[in-house]
């Protein structure tokens, strides 16, 4: 079972900027986790934001935040961040950030490979 805590949410005006962390605990220290960031805007479903492989050397991104959006990873501190510049009004949502275990070759943003999730923290960009 793994433990995911956020944070790093809050209100930015449109065009700043913000970091999101994701500490993870686990007492299974030797099974490799990929990490993704999901974000649920008001009303909406939740969707993929970005992904980060076990071992840090691949990165996936949805197309609405390439360029914009960072992913990365420390594995001595076991935390993923999201850093998050140019923000739109509609990055506007609740993020979550999740890990999967690695069942495939390719990094994959698919929900469904995702099994443990955290709390999430609220990311509103103003107009």
């Known amino acids: 079972q793994v433990q995911l805590v956020e944070s790093g949410g809050g209100v930015v005006q449109a065009g700043g900027s913000l970091r999101l962390s994701c500490a993870r605990s686990?007492?299974?220290?030797?099974?490799?986790?990929?990490m993704g960031w999901f974000r649920q805007p008001p009303g909406k479903e939740r969707e993929s934001v970005a992904a980060?492989?076990?071992?840090?050397?691949?990165?996936s991104y949805a197309d609405s935040v390439k360029g914009r959006f960072t992913i990365s990873g420390d594995n001595a501190k076991k935390t993923i961040y999201l850093q998050m510049d140019n923000l739109k009004p509609e990055d506007t949502a609740v993020y979550f950030c999740?890990?999967?275990?690695?069942?495939?070759?390719?990094?994959?943003?698919?929900?469904?490979?995702?099994?443990?999730w955290g709390q999430g923290t609220q990311v509103t960009v103003s107009s």
């Open positions: 999740a890990a999967g275990r690695v069942t495939r070759s390719l990094l994959s943003r698919e929900l469904s490979d995702y099994n443990s």
């Open positions: 980060i492989s076990w071992n840090g050397e691949s990165t």
């Open positions: 686990t007492r299974s220290r030797n099974i490799p986790y990929n």
